[in-house]
């Protein structure tokens, strides 16, 4: 499992790559992994603000469904709308084709929360 060292992560499973005052978000490969096939991703908060820890949406495995959780504090700004058809692409390429959102960020969204990869991976067991 390669958790790419350009990217932050929460404690929930979720990764974050910064590009200027966006954030693009998925879930991790270790997340996927245990949550089996992804079948369905629904984000209804397009358009809102959301603190860190909210919910934004919820992901469906053919055994589970699970809420996924802001990392930081911004504007749910975009859905990844390829999921809608292939959701699959979430368990095929999480850190690529399968993002899932992008946050426009708050003036103060705090990041010091959030792991490098040398830390998940010690929170995960890698």
Do not use: C
């Not at 693009?24 to 209804?44: H, K, S, Y």
């Not at 058809?85 to 929360?113: C, F, M, Q, R």
């Amino acid at each position: 499992m390669s958790n790419p060292a350009s990217l932050k992560y929460t404690k929930d499973h979720e990764w974050i790559r910064f590009e200027g005052d966006t954030a693009i978000v998925g879930v991790t490969e270790f997340a996927q992994g245990e949550l089996g096939d992804i079948v369905f991703i629904e984000v209804e908060t397009i358009g809102e603000t959301l603190e860190e820890g909210e919910t934004f949406g919820t992901i469906e495995a053919v055994k589970t469904v699970s809420d996924m959780f802001m990392p930081v504090t911004g504007e749910v700004s975009a859905f990844n709308e390829t999921l809608n058809t292939n959701p699959e692409l979430v368990n095929k390429d999480p850190y690529g084709e399968g993002w899932i959102i992008k946050i426009k960020l708050s003036d103060t969204a705090k990041t010091d929360h959030l792991l490098d990869s040398a830390a998940y991976d010690e929170l995960i067991g890698a």
